[in-house]
């Protein structure tokens, strides 16, 4: 073969070469463009369950993440309910336990969504193998617990996140609640008024680890209470200094036990182990307390279980100097706004439905007018984490764990005020 025929076929290998390689980087260009999934090991297959693995398949769909979620794996208590679980919901496989979904390489993520006495174990553990951990409110059982977890949240390898549902945070009203106040539209504030009641608690409704203190912590209050107390201080940025005039209430004594032949078994019912046709209600049906917050407002907060007619009723109102925000949850697409600067003449309760794009997260879901409901709050604030993860900032303050036992410690310090009849200050617990 002549020399130039060797310099032509040279050159055309070159070429291949070249080729190949532009090729290959191509592919690499492509895979470093690629989103990082964060695994999402969801513990718990219950009702929240649900909710949370709904929440982490809808989030991609709805905003755009760098870091979106993928369901890798479950754990409950039961094998043939975990297994149930990830054939529904789509989770790539059910773990025998627990233990052995946190150890898990492709799980980045450890989603608590187990009863309350369950948190602080799970979530500390996760926290120690170094996973982002997401966990249920309240944050735990006893202050003792939450003060453990926050230290762990704290004491945890360097990059490693933990938050907390309180869902309610990423209603669009209440978000919007919090930016007017922020933007000093309501001047300094003077009153929060806060409610949740709910009446499935009734006496006809079965006995559940939600109805014993040894599982659940408290009742309505840590249920309840405890979204309203976040709430409180999410909205307002103030914190609750001093509790005083607590009150709780335990109305039922003795509550059905669950048999295999029970039908409409209700939130979180759970069948009896022994054989009883009653087992103890060990936990308050109610609770109610006053505070004072740092920056001089007054404070109230009411839970119940037991309050008829009322289904999923968190409710707030916040009064002040300029004007006043009240929120429903059973209207949650509806903000109420006084405007006490316009003329007396023109003074009166408006509606602001909170579906505009320039809503919170409103924007992310339908057209206005066409309402949100109690599902997306929750893919909200997946979208938020997700965010957060791949090291940018959520749409408004996701709480940590830190945060979250500030909360608790409000809680605490009510429980006190309740048995010993007096003011506590919550810096002292």
Request: with cysteine; proline share 4%; aromatic share 8%.
């Amino acid at each position: 073969m002549d020399r130039s025929v060797r310099s032509h076929d040279s050159m055309i290998q070159r070429q291949d070469d070249c080729g190949t390689m532009k090729k290959i980087n191509s592919r690499k260009s492509a895979q470093a463009k690629a989103p990082r999934e964060v695994g999402i090991g969801l513990v718990g297959a219950g009702f929240m369950g649900r909710i949370h693995a709904n929440a982490w398949r809808q989030a991609p769909l709805f905003f755009n993440l760098k870091s979106p979620p993928t369901l890798t794996a479950v754990a409950s208590g039961h094998a043939k309910e975990s297994n149930e679980f990830a054939a529904k919901w789509g989770v790539s496989k059910a773990s025998p336990s627990w233990e052995r979904l946190i150890k898990d390489p492709k799980v980045a993520l450890v989603d608590v969504c187990v009863p309350n006495y369950l948190h602080a174990a799970v979530s500390i553990a996760a926290l120690k193998a170094g996973k982002h951990v997401a966990c249920e409110k309240p944050l735990a059982n006893t202050i003792t617990q939450a003060r453990d977890m926050a230290l762990a949240a704290l004491g945890a390898k360097k990059g490693v996140r933990t938050f907390v549902w309180f869902n309610y945070r990423r209603c669009p009203a209440v978000s919007l609640m919090r930016e007017l106040i922020h933007q000093g539209r309501l001047g300094r504030i003077r009153h929060i008024r806060a409610q949740y009641l709910q009446d499935w608690g009734r006496a006809s409704t079965p006995h559940s680890w939600r109805f014993d203190g040894a599982l659940a912590g408290s009742g309505a209050h840590g249920d309840l209470n405890a979204h309203i107390v976040d709430m409180a201080r999410f909205v307002t940025g103030d914190e609750i200094d001093q509790v005083c005039g607590a009150m709780e209430a335990q109305f039922i004594q003795e509550r059905a036990a669950v048999t295999a032949s029970s039908k409409n078994l209700g939130l979180g019912a759970q069948k009896s182990k022994r054989g009883a046709q009653q087992q103890a209600s060990t936990v308050d049906d109610a609770f109610l307390f006053l505070a004072r917050m740092h920056n001089g407002a007054v404070a109230s907060f009411e839970a119940s279980r037991m309050a008829t007619g009322n289904k999923n009723a968190n409710r707030m109102e916040v009064n002040g100097e300029f004007g006043s925000v009240k929120f429903d949850f059973e209207r949650m697409n509806e903000l109420q706004w006084w405007d006490d600067t316009l003329p007396a003449r023109e003074q009166g309760w408006s509606r602001i439905l909170c579906t505009d794009p320039s809503h919170p997260y409103a924007g992310h879901f339908w057209p206005p007018g066409h309402v949100l409901g109690y599902e997306h709050a929750f893919i909200s604030m997946a979208a938020d984490i997700c965010a957060v993860l791949a090291g940018g900032e959520p749409e408004q303050p996701l709480a940590d764990f830190v945060d979250a036992y500030r909360t608790q410690q409000v809680l605490e310090a009510a429980i006190i005020s309740a048995r010993e009849q007096c003011w506590i200050r919550t810096d002292t617990i």
